[in-house]
């Protein structure tokens, strides 16, 4: 497991940007696929992005496909979530995530390591 702390989260206004960040010690970042995840108050965790373990692959769901770009850095054991053109309905606790995988999967129950969350409000 790795220990993961999220930071850059608060409160914007509809159309505007966020950039989320992720910063994992403990193990080899390098070797975990990574995703972000969000939970919006009364709704299930779902995913919203990833990253392979090289950074060479990415997916993303279809909600914010074209406005959120996912990246890592490997050197500075980082991921990011540039958000932009946001929406109220993008308002949840956002959570990075960390799996043993070379791809980043959907299935947020092959993810064995959490962050504690950022919250992430859009006002419109």
């Known amino acids: 497991q790795v220990q993961l702390v999220e930071s850059g989260g608060g409160l914007v206004q509809a159309g505007g940007s966020l950039r989320l960040s992720c910063a994992a010690s403990?193990?080899?970042?390098?070797?975990?696929?990574m995703g972000w995840f969000r939970q919006a108050p009364g709704k299930e965790r779902e995913f919203v992005a990833g990253v392979s373990r090289s950074g060479g692959s990415t997916s993303y769901a279809d909600s914010v496909k074209g406005r959120f770009t996912i990246s890592r850095d490997n050197a500075k054991s980082t991921v990011y979530l540039q958000m932009s053109s946001l929406k109220p309905e993008d308002t949840a606790v956002y959570y990075c995530?960390?799996?043993?995988?070379?791809?980043?999967?959907?299935?947020?129950?092959?993810?064995?390591?959490w962050g504690q969350g950022t919250q992430v409000a859009v006002s419109s």
């Open positions: 403990g193990r080899t970042f390098s070797r975990f696929a």
């Open positions: 995530a960390a799996a043993p995988t070379i791809w980043a999967p959907e299935d947020l129950g092959l993810y064995d390591s």
